[in-house]
Each structure stands twice: as structure tokens, then as C-alpha cells.
């Protein structure tokens, strides 16, 4: 067989050790439920006033390529950390025309016209309802069917933080937005950072372990099966061999206030004060050793 017969060899998926034991399996279905508190969010806001009849056309949740277009990002701050969104040119300059202009906007190519400062506040003040939208939700995770979600708490502040030429971490929720009457397809980007993928990916997992039948208790925690012989030396005090000898019962030897130290198969572990309390000794004030 020769070399031009071989078929290519097939690109292996690289496993982040990070995400293994971790509900990714999920992340499709959060996708989806955000998309649907996008086009909630649409429908009492921009398709409201403008009439541009938005939807939410497709949703998906990645890892970020190496070899991606490079966009321009505005960063907004959350509790959980930090959250960038690519909001596409063309978008915000049809919203300005539809808020400036009055009726039907033409076509505008966004190569052709300059950035102004009501397109860049137009852009951070879209970006940061819509930041706020997803905190909201990764706030709320993805509640099982027929169980209660908990109540709401207050809405997290999403202030806008900087702009950046880089995402902001390695995952990105992507929302194609598609207008109803022309056609015309916009994809935002939302990149979410270690803390906030942290955050929602503990919001998945809350909920969905599913117990079988027949199968075994749940383990007692590592602190309850965890066991370890310690040994409290309480005091070592050295004596002469004549003082030794001549102790009788009942003798009484001058100990200053101990501080003992605990062992762990003769391995020093920590020291500790000893304390009195309704005739027994109790160790207390730990220190690392």
C-alpha cells in the first residue's frame, strides 16, 4: 500500500481534566434555556419598541477555536467573575437607525461608517442587559422538570468592566439571532470565565444525581469513615533518679500550664492547650506544627 492510499489519521478530542466528573452534558440544555430568556428578553424589549421581530434561531455552547476571528469584546463584572459578549456591528447600527431614523432602516455596510459615541453606549448598554440575562441564569441553573426552582434572589450587579481584544475565558455560548422580515442572521458571543464555569457547572449539578434501584446507601463523608489513632502527650518533664525514687502515692509534682502536642504514629501533627473543664482536660487553641 502506498503512502497516498492511507486514509488520514483522525483528530483525537482532547480531554480537559478540568470538566471530567462535571455535568457538560447539561450544557446544551442550559444553552437552550438561556436562548428562551433571550427571546423573552426581545420580545419585551427591542421587538416591543422597534417592531424588528428578532428570534432566536440557534443556540450552542463550545469550547473556543484557536483560529477564530478576532472580535471585539466588552467585559462586564459578576459576583461569580467575568463575562465577555461580542455584540455584531451590523446589529447595533440597525438598532441606531431604527431608534434615530424612524421606519424601515436600509441596509448599512459597518465598514463604511465610522464608530460614534451613541453606537458604542448603544453597544455597552445592550451588552450589559444582556450579560445580566445570563447571570441571571447561571444564577438559576437549569432546574429539573418537576422541581421547584428556588426563589429568585436579587439581581446580581453586572457592571461593564473593560474591552478586550480576547475572550475572556475558554468557553463560549453562542446565540444566532435571525430578523423575521429580512432574514438577516446575527451571531452574539458570550465568553464566560474559570469562576463563572465553575459557578455553572456547580448550578447544574445540584439536583441531578438520580438514585437506582438497589443501589447502595450513599457513603458517610471522608470525615466520618476517615479514622486515625491520635496520641496527646500532655507533658514531659525530666527528674533527677533520686526524686524518682523517693515519689510516694499521693505525691504531687509542680507542673506548669502544659501545652501539649499531638501525635499521629509518633509523627508530631499539631500542638494544643490544655484546658480544665468540670474535672476532665480538654485540648484546645490548635496550632499547625
Request: proline letters at 9%; one cysteine or more.
Amino acid at each position: 500500500m502506498s503512502m497516498s492510499d492511507a486514509s488520514p489519521p483522525v483528530p483525537h478530542r482532547v480531554l480537559d481534566p478540568r470538566t471530567l466528573g462535571r455535568p457538560m452534558h447539561l450544557l446544551g440544555a442550559f444553552a437552550e434555556r438561556f436562548g428562551a430568556d433571550v427571546s423573552e428578553l426581545l420580545r419585551q424589549g427591542l421587538n416591543r419598541r422597534y417592531a424588528i421581530g428578532l428570534q432566536v434561531d440557534g443556540t450552542g455552547m463550545r469550547q473556543r477555536q484557536h483560529n477564530e476571528d478576532p472580535v471585539r469584546w466588552n467585559v462586564y463584572s459578576c459576583p461569580s467573575g467575568r463575562i465577555g459578549l461580542a455584540v455584531p456591528r451590523a446589529l447595533v447600527l440597525k438598532l441606531l437607525l431604527y431608534r434615530y431614523g424612524g421606519g424601515e432602516p436600509a441596509p448599512v455596510e459597518p465598514d463604511a461608517v465610522a464608530v460614534t459615541a451613541s453606537e458604542e453606549r448603544l453597544s455597552t448598554r445592550l451588552g450589559q442587559q444582556l450579560a445580566l440575562a445570563l447571570a441571571r441564569r447561571i444564577d438559576a441553573g437549569l432546574p429539573p422538570v418537576g422541581v421547584a426552582a428556588e426563589p429568585a434572589a436579587a439581581d446580581p450587579a453586572v457592571p461593564f468592566h473593560s474591552e478586550s481584544a480576547l475572550p475572556t475565558g475558554l468557553w463560549q455560548l453562542n446565540l444566532t439571532l435571525v430578523e423575521a422580515d429580512s432574514g438577516q442572521r446575527h451571531e452574539l458571543r458570550f465568553s464566560l470565565d474559570d469562576g463563572c464555569m465553575h459557578r455553572l457547572l456547580d448550578r447544574l449539578g445540584r439536583g441531578r444525581t438520580l438514585v437506582r434501584e438497589g443501589a447502595a446507601a450513599p457513603a458517610l463523608p471522608l470525615s466520618s469513615r476517615l479514622k486515625l489513632r491520635l496520641t496527646a502527650r500532655l507533658v514531659q518533664q525530666r527528674l533527677p533518679l533520686g526524686a524518682i525514687l523517693d515519689l510516694q502515692p499521693g505525691s504531687v509534682l509542680p507542673i506548669p500550664q502544659p501545652t501539649a502536642v499531638v501525635l499521629v504514629k509518633d509523627s508530631p501533627l499539631f500542638s494544643a492547650s490544655v484546658a480544665e473543664h468540670k474535672g476532665r482536660l480538654w485540648l484546645t487553641a490548635f496550632q499547625d506544627l
